[in-house]
C-alpha cells in the first residue's frame, strides 16, 4: 500500500489533533463580576507573542470558566481589569482557581498590566503546578537559610574583584564561591532524589533552569565550559518553557558582541549587514562549539538578531536571516522562533513594511493596509478612557484637513467591553475603525502607548516606529512625507549625490 505525501501529511495532523486535550480552568473573582477575562498562551517563550485561547465575562457571582486547547505543557496568561496572572496548563487539565483583585495602589494601565497570583483552591497533587509550587518552597528555604553568602555572591562583579582575597573568606576558610557551589550541588541532588520517581521532564527541566540562573549570577566557580556541560548541553531546546529559555537568554546574552574578536567584525558584518547570509553567519558560529548542535545554533542566532535588533542591525538582512530559518530551519522549533520573531520585530519597524492587516471602517466595509499603496498613511490610536487622546485629536483636526488630498488617515478607537458608538469629530475622508484592548492585532503592532501614531509612506514603508504627536510635531512629518522627493527624503543628512 503507498501513500501520498499529502496522505502522510494529513495523517500526522490528525494524529496531532488526537492529542490535542482541552485544559480547562473553573475560577472565581468575586471582585469583578462583569468584567472580561481573557486567556491567552505564548507562542512561544523567545518571542513571547500571545495567541488568545478564550474569553469570558466573569458573572454576577464572580465565577468563569475558560479553556485551551494544548498539546503539551504551556505557560498561559490570565488578564482582566488591566490585571495579570500566569499558571501553567496541562493537557486535559483541570483547574479551579481564585483570582484575586491587586492592591489597589498597584499601578494599571493599557499595555502594562498589574501583575497578581492565582490561588490553587482545588489542585491534583500529580500536576506540574504543584510539582513547582512545592519546589519553590523548598527553594526560598535554602534561599533564607543562605542568604548571607547569596547577598555577597550576588554583588557587582567588579566589587568582588576588588575585595581583599582573605577578607571575603568564610569561616570554614573556603572561598564563598567554592561554598555556593558545594551547598547548591548538595540542594540539587536532594532535590532530584525528592523527585525522582515519576519525575516529569518539564518539571526535571525547570529545576535545572532554576539552579542554573542561581549558579550562573551567583559568582560560581564553575567555568562558562563546566556550566555549558552541566545545565545547557544535556537538554534539547525547548521553546515552550519559560525558565529554560530564560537560562539560555542569560548565557547566551551579548552573544555577538562577546564574540566580535573571535569571529571577526568585518566576517560577522558582512554576515549579517551585507549579504544577510544565514549560510555567512552559521559557519562563522560553527567554530564555538557552545553551539555546536544546529538546533541551539539557530535559536542563539535568533536570540543574537533580536539582541541587536535596536543597535547596529541592518532590519532588512536581519529578516532576510530569520526567513531563511522560518523556511528551511534544522527543527520545527527553529522554524517556529524565526516565524514569530519576524511577526514580532517587524510589523511597525522602521524601514520595513508594515505588517498588512485587515479592518472595517465606519461604513462597514473591509480593507487592507496593502490596498491603500500609493498614498502615505497616517495610522493613529486612541481610547475611549484615554483623556490626553482626546486633546490630540483636537490638534490633529486643525492641520489634517490640509492633507486629506494627500494621505489615507485611519483611526482606531481602542475600547474595552462593549463596542462603543465613536463620535469624535473626524474628517469625512478618514477611516475610522474600532479594535478591541484584547485584540491580536494591538499586540502584533506593539500599542503599549496611548495616544499613539504610525507614519507609513506611499509603498507601505514604515517610515518612523514612533512619530511625535500632533500638538508635538507630527504636522511636520506630514509635510515633509508630502512635499518632498521620495529619493531626497529617504537619503540621510549630510549625504551627496554622485
Given at each position: 500500500?503507498?501513500?501520498?505525501?499529502?496522505?502522510?501529511?494529513?495523517?500526522?495532523?490528525?494524529?496531532?489533533?488526537?492529542?490535542?486535550?482541552?485544559?480547562?480552568?473553573?475560577?472565581?473573582?468575586?471582585?469583578?463580576?462583569?468584567?472580561?477575562?481573557?486567556?491567552?498562551?505564548?507562542?512561544?517563550?523567545?518571542?513571547?507573542?500571545?495567541?488568545?485561547?478564550?474569553?469570558?465575562?466573569?458573572?454576577?457571582?464572580?465565577?468563569?470558566?475558560?479553556?485551551?486547547?494544548?498539546?503539551?505543557?504551556?505557560?498561559?496568561?490570565?488578564?482582566?481589569?488591566?490585571?495579570?496572572?500566569?499558571?501553567?496548563?496541562?493537557?486535559?487539565?483541570?483547574?479551579?482557581?481564585?483570582?484575586?483583585?491587586?492592591?489597589?495602589?498597584?499601578?494599571?494601565?493599557?499595555?502594562?498590566?498589574?501583575?497578581?497570583?492565582?490561588?490553587?483552591?482545588?489542585?491534583?497533587?500529580?500536576?506540574?503546578n504543584s510539582d513547582i509550587?512545592?519546589?519553590?518552597?523548598?527553594?526560598?528555604?535554602?534561599?533564607?537559610?543562605?542568604?548571607?553568602?547569596?547577598?555577597?555572591?550576588?554583588?557587582?562583579?567588579?566589587?568582588?574583584?576588588?575585595?581583599?582575597?582573605?577578607?571575603?573568606?568564610?569561616?570554614?576558610?573556603?572561598?564563598?564561591?567554592?561554598?555556593?557551589?558545594?551547598?547548591?550541588?548538595?540542594?540539587?541532588?536532594?532535590?532530584?532524589?525528592?523527585?525522582?520517581?515519576?519525575?516529569?521532564?518539564?518539571?526535571?527541566?525547570?529545576?535545572?533552569?532554576?539552579?542554573?540562573?542561581?549558579?550562573?549570577?551567583?559568582?560560581?566557580?564553575?567555568?562558562?565550559?563546566?556550566?555549558?556541560?552541566?545545565?545547557?548541553?544535556?537538554?534539547?531546546?525547548?521553546?515552550?518553557?519559560?525558565?529554560?529559555?530564560?537560562?539560555?537568554?542569560?548565557?547566551?546574552?551579548?552573544?555577538?558582541?562577546?564574540?566580535?574578536?573571535?569571529?571577526?567584525?568585518?566576517?560577522?558584518?558582512?554576515?549579517?549587514?551585507?549579504?544577510?547570509?544565514?549560510?555567512?553567519?552559521?559557519?562563522?558560529?560553527?567554530?564555538?562549539?557552545?553551539?555546536?548542535?544546529?538546533?541551539?545554533?539557530?535559536?542563539?542566532?535568533?536570540?543574537?538578531?533580536?539582541?541587536?535588533?535596536?543597535?547596529?542591525?541592518?532590519?532588512?538582512?536581519?529578516?532576510?536571516?530569520?526567513?531563511?530559518?522560518?523556511?528551511?530551519?534544522?527543527?520545527?522549533?527553529?522554524?517556529?522562533?524565526?516565524?514569530?520573531?519576524?511577526?514580532?520585530?517587524?510589523?511597525?519597524?522602521?524601514?520595513?513594511?508594515?505588517?498588512?492587516?485587515?479592518?472595517?471602517?465606519?461604513?462597514?466595509?473591509?480593507?487592507r493596509i496593502s490596498d491603500?499603496?500609493?498614498?502615505?498613511?497616517?495610522?493613529?490610536?486612541?481610547?475611549?478612557?484615554?483623556?490626553?487622546?482626546?486633546?490630540?485629536?483636537?490638534?490633529?483636526?486643525?492641520f489634517l484637513g490640509e492633507?486629506?488630498?494627500?494621505?489615507?488617515?485611519?483611526?482606531?478607537?481602542?475600547?474595552?467591553?462593549?463596542?462603543?458608538?465613536?463620535?469624535?469629530?473626524?474628517?469625512?475622508?478618514?477611516?475610522?475603525?474600532?479594535?478591541?484592548?484584547?485584540?491580536?492585532?494591538?499586540?502584533?503592532?506593539?500599542?503599549?502607548?496611548?495616544?499613539?501614531?504610525?507614519?507609513?509612506?506611499?509603498?507601505?514603508?514604515?517610515?518612523?516606529?514612533?512619530?511625535?504627536?500632533?500638538?508635538?510635531?507630527?504636522?511636520?512629518?506630514?509635510?515633509?512625507?508630502?512635499?518632498?522627493?521620495?529619493?531626497?527624503?529617504?537619503?540621510?543628512?549630510?549625504?551627496?549625490?554622485?
Amino acid at each position: 500500500m503507498s501513500f501520498s505525501i499529502r496522505s502522510i501529511s494529513i495523517l500526522i495532523q490528525l494524529v496531532l489533533a488526537l492529542h490535542m486535550g482541552a485544559a480547562v480552568i473553573h475560577g472565581q473573582a468575586p471582585d469583578m463580576a462583569g468584567e472580561r477575562i481573557v486567556l491567552y498562551t505564548y507562542a512561544d517563550q523567545v518571542s513571547e507573542l500571545l495567541e488568545k485561547q478564550d474569553e469570558t465575562v466573569v458573572d454576577s457571582d464572580g465565577n468563569f470558566k475558560l479553556t485551551a486547547d494544548i498539546s503539551s505543557i504551556r505557560l498561559a496568561r490570565l488578564t482582566v481589569d488591566f490585571t495579570m496572572a500566569h499558571l501553567y496548563l496541562e493537557p486535559d487539565g483541570s483547574y479551579v482557581i481564585e483570582y484575586p483583585a491587586p492592591p489597589t495602589d498597584a499601578p494599571r494601565r493599557f499595555g502594562k498590566e498589574a501583575e497578581t497570583e492565582v490561588i490553587f483552591t482545588d489542585l491534583s497533587p500529580d500536576d506540574i503546578n504543584s510539582d513547582i509550587i512545592d519546589f519553590n518552597v523548598n527553594y526560598d528555604l535554602f534561599f533564607q537559610k543562605n542568604y548571607e553568602l547569596l547577598r555577597r555572591l550576588f554583588s557587582p562583579r567588579d566589587q568582588a574583584v576588588q575585595s581583599d582575597s582573605n577578607a571575603v573568606r568564610t569561616l570554614q576558610g573556603i572561598h564563598p564561591s567554592r561554598l555556593l557551589f558545594n551547598k547548591v550541588k548538595a540542594f540539587r541532588s536532594t532535590m532530584d532524589s525528592i523527585y525522582a520517581e515519576g519525575d516529569d521532564p518539564y518539571f526535571a527541566l525547570y529545576r535545572n533552569a532554576v539552579i542554573g540562573q542561581l549558579m550562573l549570577n551567583g559568582n560560581s566557580d564553575l567555568t562558562p565550559r563546566q556550566f555549558f556541560q552541566e545545565f545547557i548541553e544535556p537538554h534539547p531546546v525547548a521553546i515552550h518553557h519559560p525558565e529554560h529559555i530564560a537560562l539560555l537568554r542569560e548565557f547566551y546574552k551579548y552573544y555577538l558582541v562577546k564574540n566580535t574578536d573571535s569571529f571577526g567584525e568585518e566576517k560577522l558584518d558582512s554576515a549579517i549587514n551585507i549579504n544577510g547570509s544565514y549560510t555567512e553567519l552559521s559557519a562563522i558560529m560553527e567554530a564555538d562549539d557552545f553551539v555546536a548542535r544546529t538546533p541551539l545554533r539557530e535559536l542563539v542566532m535568533c536570540l543574537a538578531l533580536e539582541e541587536i535588533w535596536n543597535g547596529s542591525l541592518n532590519r532588512t538582512m536581519g529578516i532576510q536571516i530569520l526567513e531563511h530559518i522560518a523556511e528551511q530551519g534544522a527543527s520545527e522549533e527553529s522554524r517556529t522562533i524565526a516565524r514569530n520573531l519576524i511577526a514580532k520585530l517587524s510589523s511597525r519597524a522602521e524601514g520595513l513594511p508594515i505588517m498588512d492587516f485587515e479592518f472595517t471602517d465606519q461604513f462597514n466595509e473591509v480593507h487592507r493596509i496593502s490596498d491603500l499603496k500609493g498614498r502615505p498613511i497616517l495610522i493613529g490610536f486612541d481610547a475611549t478612557w484615554c483623556t490626553r487622546c482626546k486633546e490630540e485629536q483636537a490638534t490633529l483636526q486643525t492641520f489634517l484637513g490640509e492633507y486629506a488630498r494627500d494621505i489615507h488617515h485611519i483611526q482606531f478607537l481602542i475600547h474595552d467591553g462593549p463596542e462603543p458608538r465613536d463620535d469624535r469629530p473626524l474628517l469625512r475622508s478618514s477611516l475610522q475603525a474600532t479594535e478591541d484592548i484584547y485584540s491580536p492585532l494591538i499586540r502584533q503592532l506593539g500599542i503599549v502607548n496611548l495616544p499613539f501614531f504610525i507614519l507609513v509612506d506611499e509603498n507601505g514603508v514604515v517610515v518612523k516606529d514612533q512619530i511625535p504627536l500632533p500638538s508635538e510635531g507630527l504636522e511636520a512629518q506630514l509635510h515633509r512625507i508630502t512635499t518632498e522627493d521620495p529619493v531626497t527624503r529617504s537619503r540621510p543628512i549630510g549625504s551627496k549625490e554622485n
